[in-house]
Antibody, heavy 119, light 107 residues
Framework: QVQLQESGPGLVKPSETLSLTCTVS????????WSWIRQPPGKGLEWIGY???????NYSPSLKSRVTMSVDTSKNQLSLRLSSVTAADTAVYYC?????????????WGQGTLVTVSS | DIQMTQSPSSLSASVGDRVTITCRAS??????LNWYQQKPGKAPRLLIY???SLQSGVPSRFSGSGSGTDFTLTISSLQSEDFATYYC?????????FGQGTKVEIK
């Protein structure tokens, strides 16, 4: 069973950079797309972007100027960095695998980690 | 961006009811439509991909249909564990977008 686990600071100050790691177990990162999604408290889901195991990325235009995703295949980890954060970036952040199907879909998800932006 | 609109936003139903949730895309997305179930405090769970393909391990009471701009998620006989919020998602083009969610509550 593929497992994903997000980790990182739960509190980030405004204007600073949010940094999260997603550790994947029971599956290799190689050969798959991986995605980050966020959900503000009490609200819906927002796609942040995806990264292929080779490092190719596709970011949401609304966040593109502030987002960086990377992969470390040796550690089987993904990383997300979001710069110049504001209170609007407070959310539960999820990493997920893009399933190997005929269409893109998110078949395995991490449990999510709440990041609060506050001074 | 492609806008995804779900209806209703919430509904009340009883165990055993047949429940239908609709999702409309602002432009054609062929069959690149997925459905997820989310329970409070939990990550979303993939139910249906490609508009009508049932994800492994998902009960057969869940089904999906549609193509183009109009899609439906049907729960044939609602069970207690199905009370949750359901989201549709298009992956026809980036940015991938989700519907606003439909909360299924106990009547």
């Amino acid at each position: 069973q593929v497992q994903l686990q997000e980790s990182g600071p739960g509190l980030v100050k405004p204007s600073e950079t949010l940094s999260l790691t997603c550790t994947v177990s029971a599956a290799s990162i190689s050969g798959y797309f991986w995605s980050w999604i966020r959900q503000p408290p009490g609200k819906g889901l927002e796609w942040i972007g995806y990264i292929y195991s080779s490092g190719n990325t596709n970011y949401s235009p609304s966040l593109k100027s502030r987002v960086t995703m990377s992969v470390d295949t040796s550690k089987n980890q993904l990383s997300l960095r979001l710069s110049s954060v504001t209170a609007a970036d407070t959310a539960v952040y999820y990493c997920a695998r893009v399933g190997p199907y005929s269409t893109f879909c998110l078949d395995y998800w991490g449990q999510g980690t709440l990041v609060t932006v506050s001074s | 961006d492609i806008q995804m609109t779900q209806s209703p936003s919430s509904l009340s139903a009883s165990v055993g009811d047949r429940v239908t949730i609709t999702c409309r895309a602002s432009q054609s997305i062929s069959s690149h439509l997925n459905w997820y179930q989310q329970k409070p405090g939990k990550a979303p769970r993939l139910l249906i991909y490609g508009a009508s393909s049932l994800q492994s391990g998902v009960p057969s009471r869940f089904s999906g249909s549609g193509s183009g701009t109009d899609f439906t998620l049907t729960i044939s006989s609602l069970q207690s564990e199905d009370f949750a919020t359901y989201y549709c998602q298009q992956t026809y083009t980036t940015p991938w977008t989700f519907g606003q969610g439909t909360k299924v509550e106990i009547k």
